[in-house]
């Protein structure tokens, strides 16, 4: 469409003007060169005074400089996670939340600045938070009953109560299943909410890698026995200790680990294995097992997301775990990723930093202040 012939009395400030976004032109030094009405109301600033300076200082979003280098070195609009791209604003006592998008400005094919635009998305952040709350409050209600049921069952089935026939032992070892199914449900969701609300910390401490290798992989050593599923341990001696919070970073691993054992079958072999590089420990959990299609790799990190197909049992979970532990490794400030080859088998690996002296991080959703 050809801008020039917009019908009167419409040009391009009618345009820019009525957007619902906060919009800035700046130049390759990152300073302002032109915004709209909504950015000089919401950032109570005038054009003629934000004019020349750069816009990390006038929004006071130190966070800008970083995505505007990132946008001028790649050339191409801004493609940073969510978490990355939204910040939380505080005016007249109010906080709000945006979205940032950047995109580079060329002229005769040559970078010459970037738009960057500014969406409110504080309503939906207010939905989210509605419903991390509820998550929260109903898994914890779940959780008082089912403690009630399971130690009704274990009575039970000790013959506390009397006798049982044969199939009433079935029936209750059903329900015992799953109640510790429901279990470990209500676990993940409630370490999701705390996740999600931003409210716990990782307290990274010097951990040593083999008592947090054991540690993960003991409770599943029976279960790959009766499996028939080797599980072997590679470490070489003498590796540092990691800065991670012991707890969670067990959950991390066991989690890989249980999931491998899910998709391996009998005569397959489980492989935990760990590697220093520089300032990392790379961690990795290999297995022979069924594999995941490439299309699904991204997905598969995404809460609620599992893959069906054949050849894959039903497997009890909801599409947690994976989702839980990639906010567990970007809160210790590493990396998760997937190997998989269908049928051959899957690598997920990990990175943790190496224990450098006395630090702790925030998770990365955590509410952040704009600069
Ligand atoms: N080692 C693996 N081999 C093959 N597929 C896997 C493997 N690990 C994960 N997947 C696939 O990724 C999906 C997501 O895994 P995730 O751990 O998030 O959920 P889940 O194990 O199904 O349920 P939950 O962890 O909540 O109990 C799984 O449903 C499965 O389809
Ligand atoms: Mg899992």
């Known amino acids: 469409m050809d801008l020039s012939k917009l019908p009167e009395p419409v040009n391009l400030d009618t345009i820019a003007n009525n957007l619902a976004d ?3 032109l700046v130049d390759r030094e990152m300073e302002v060169v032109w ?4 950015a000089e109301e919401f950032f109570h600033i005038s054009m003629q005074k934000a004019k020349g300076n750069k816009l990390a200082e006038l929004t006071a979003i130190t966070k800008l400089e970083d995505l505007l280098n990132e946008v001028f070195e790649q050339q191409t609009a801004l493609k ?5 791209a939204s910040v939380k604003v505080k005016r007249h006592d109010q906080r709000y939340f945006f979205k940032i998008a950047i995109n580079p400005v060329f002229h005769e094919e040559k970078l010459w600045g970037a738009l960057v635009q500014f969406t409110d998305v504080t309503r939906f952040h207010e939905m ?4 991390t709350d509820f998550v929260s409050i109903v898994s914890h209600e779940f959780r008082t009953p089912l403690t009630t049921i399971i130690v009704g069952v274990e009575m039970l089935k000790e013959g506390m109560l009397g006798d049982l026939t044969p199939r009433g032992k079935e029936v209750l070892e059903a329900i015992g299943s799953d109640c510790e199914r429901l279990n470990r449900l209500i676990d993940n969701l409630m370490e999701l909410s705390r996740i999600e609300s931003g409210t716990i910390y990782v307290e990274a401490e010097p951990t040593d890698v083999n008592d947090l290798v054991q540690e993960a992989v003991r409770p599943l050593r029976i279960q790959s026995e009766q499996q028939g599923v080797e599980l072997i341990t590679d470490l070489p001696p003498e590796l540092p200790p990691v800065a991670a919070d012991f707890n969670k970073a067990v959950w991390v691993l066991a989690n890989l680990v249980g999931n491998a ?4 079958d009998k005569g397959g072999t489980i492989t935990v294995q760990v590697r220093q590089r ?4 790379f961690f990795s959990v290999q297995d022979t097992g069924s594999g995941i299609p490439k299309e699904h790799q991204d997905k598969i990190f995404r ?7 054949p050849g894959r049992k039903g497997t009890g979970g909801v599409g947690l775990g994976l989702a839980i532990a990639k906010d567990i490794v970007m809160a210790h400030g590493g990396e998760i990723w997937v190997d998989s080859e269908v049928g051959e088998g899957t690598t997920f690996t990990f990175t943790f930093p190496v224990y450098q ?7 990365p959703n955590a509410e952040q202040e704009g600069g």
């Open 278 to 281: 520089g300032k990392r420990l």
């Open 128 to 131: 989210e938070k509605i419903k």
């Open 80 to 84: 940073t996670s969510y978490e990355e």
């Open 261 to 264: 054992m899910r998709y391996t």
């Open 303 to 309: 809460k609620y997301v599992q893959v069906s197909g």
């Open 22 to 24: 906060a919009v800035f």
């Open 35 to 38: 915004m709209n009405k909504i």
């Open 357 to 363: 002296g006395n630090e702790s991080v925030t998770l």
